[in-house]
């Protein structure tokens, strides 16, 4: 976890996490959240629609969101291309998981 933590550090970017409900369940979801403190790095969660209810029985990750954005299909690619613009725009101002 220390390295991880230096690295980021070294070169601090937005991390980006996919398939965000296997996290939760083994709390492991915990480790991202102390990362987040370590770091102050930007992390965005991605995950099925359910990812926001699953994330409340852990408090001090749920509290950290900053915004929740959720996707809509739209054709086959199923509102991946909504979520990016709205990323676009905000990923910036991100400051918490």
């Known amino acids: ?6 690295a980021i550090n070294y070169e601090p970017k937005p ?3 996919d398939e965000a ?3 939760i369940s083994g709390n492991k979801i915990e480790l991202i959240r102390e990362i987040r403190d370590e770091t102050h790095c ?6 099925e629609g359910q990812l926001s209810i699953k994330l409340r029985k852990f408090e001090r ?3 950290r969101v ?3 954005v959720f996707a809509r299909k739209y054709g086959s690619n199923f509102g991946y291309t909504h979520i990016s613009r ?3 725009k905000s990923i910036l101002k991100l400051s918490v998981i």
Do not use: F
């Open 15 to 17: 991390i980006i996490i």
């Open 1 to 6: 976890m220390e390295r991880i933590i230096e």
């Open 42 to 47: 930007p992390i965005v969660l991605l995950g």
């Open 66 to 68: 900053l915004r929740w």
């Open 61 to 63: 990750v749920h509290n």
């Open 86 to 88: 709205k990323l676009d």
């Open 21 to 23: 409900d296997y996290l």
